[in-house]
């Protein structure tokens, strides 16, 4: 009889049980990271790392998870993470996937804008399908961060999360809207608790609310470097805009490349992993 294992997902369930072909196709999309918490048949939970038949799936690097030259390009495959949550490092290391790839996430950023910038119509465009719309951008920039070669038409496969992308960009925007009415303090801190739900959406099957949930527990324990993380980014998007306003569309890849790169990093951490399409 084929073994059978479990794995404990990012919403902290226990999913399975699913053969080694399965397990091995997640760890190749990074549904399963090193420190994933895996169970094979009745023995106890142990990170995937530790398992022989899994091990060879990561980088060499992965394992220990030791400090390293920050990421390179897709030829290179995937960035390796840095050992510790520092804010210019990640910016720094964004910098450097982006540039070979900064014509099509450019490109989609320009779209982005194009569609917003309707008169009228553009608003109501982008109420209707902008979270497909981000989560089809976050697939292709987690995918630069994993060592793929983004294109343009990537920012539009989101679609097939369509219903749960627009209800959780209508009731994160809503809440956090009345966040910050109610003294700023708690829309930033909303801000902060939701930024991955779009992530988690690209990577998992999970519902709206339980991709929200998913990025609270994700980000709990270093809101406060995220939110510096956010102030890091005003400036490179400040630079963006003096470069003839057309720099901003690079200075955006970068910004959600550090965020991408700050995801894949509490994941590890967390050793959380996607829930099974």
Not at 96 to 112: E, G, R, S, Y
Not at 167 to 184: D, H, P
Request: glycine share 10%.
């Amino acid at each position: 009889m084929a073994d059978e294992y479990w794995i404990i997902g990012g919403d902290d369930k226990e999913y399975g049980p699913v053969s080694l072909q399965v397990l091995t196709q997640w760890a190749q999309e990074r549904r399963v990271v090193p420190a994933s918490r895996v169970r094979k048949g009745t023995a106890p939970l142990a990170e995937a790392s530790s398992f022989p038949e899994l091990a060879g799936l990561f980088p060499p690097q992965a394992a220990g998870w030791t400090p390293a030259t920050p990421g390179a390009p897709s030829a290179a495959g995937p960035a390796v993470l840095p050992a510790e949550f520092r804010v210019w490092a990640l910016i720094g290391q964004a910098w450097t996937l982006v540039k070979p790839h900064w014509l099509p996430l450019a490109a989609m950023f320009f779209i982005q804008v194009a569609i917003g910038v309707v008169p009228y119509l553009g608003a109501c465009v982008w109420f209707i399908i902008g979270g497909a719309i981000m989560v089809g951008i976050w697939r292709a920039i987690l995918g630069v961060v994993d060592g793929r070669t983004p294109t343009v038409g990537m920012m539009f496969e989101g679609f097939d999360r369509f219903g749960d992308a627009f209800l959780a960009a209508l009731v994160s925007g809503i809440l956090t809207a009345l966040g910050y009415l109610c003294l700023i303090v708690p829309g930033i801190i909303l801000t902060l608790m939701w930024c991955f739900k779009y992530a988690v959406l690209a990577e998992t099957r999970l519902g709206f609310w339980e991709a929200m949930h998913a990025s609270v527990v994700l980000t709990e324990g270093y809101r406060w470097r995220l939110f510096l993380l956010a102030l890091a980014s005003i400036p490179i998007v400040l630079l963006g805009l003096l470069v003839l306003c057309v720099g901003i569309f690079v200075a955006v890849p970068v910004v959600l490349t550090s965020f991408a790169l700050a995801y894949r990093f509490l994941q590890r951490q967390k050793g959380q992993a996607g829930r099974p399409a």
